[in-house]
């Protein structure tokens, strides 16, 4: 049961995130940036910590779990080193990705020639 409800999780995401997409105006960024915040907004109020323990890597993947390692490594952050804390712990849980990331780019621009 338990990937199976990790399953639905991740599919509800990308289902309200296409429903948004073919309904509205809004582009795919507009739409990364809405469900980074929620994520934010959810593990905020720690929310977002039941839905981990309850769907595990389900709710992990999607581009909610960004919005929450944000928030999750910030408010960590300040409990050690106060309001300085929050700048300084906001990258901490995300920059490993972050930084593959931008490596993985590089290396793939050098590879791959863009498209016209």
Same mark, same amino acid.
């Given at each position: 049961?338990?990937?199976?409800? =990790? ?32 994520? =934010? ?18 709710? $992990? ?8 390692? $944000? #928030? ?7 409990? =050690? ?5 929050? $700048? ?18 590089? #290396?793939?621009? $050098? ?6």
């Amino acid at each position: 049961m338990y990937f199976i409800n =990790s399953f639905l999780f991740c599919g509800l995401i990308c289902l309200i995130a296409e429903l948004i997409l073919d309904n509205t105006k809004l582009t795919p960024g507009h739409i990364t940036a809405i469900f980074v915040c929620i994520g =934010s907004a959810l593990d905020a109020f720690g929310i977002y910590d039941y839905f981990i323990a309850r769907v595990g890597g389900g709710a $992990l993947l999607p581009i909610t779990s960004f919005g929450h390692s $944000l #928030i999750h490594g910030a408010l960590l952050a300040a409990e =050690s080193n106060g309001i300085v804390g929050l $700048l300084i712990g906001m990258f901490d849980l995300t920059a490993a990705g972050i930084t593959a990331a931008i490596i993985f780019t590089f #290396i793939f621009t $050098l590879i791959f020639k863009a498209r016209d």
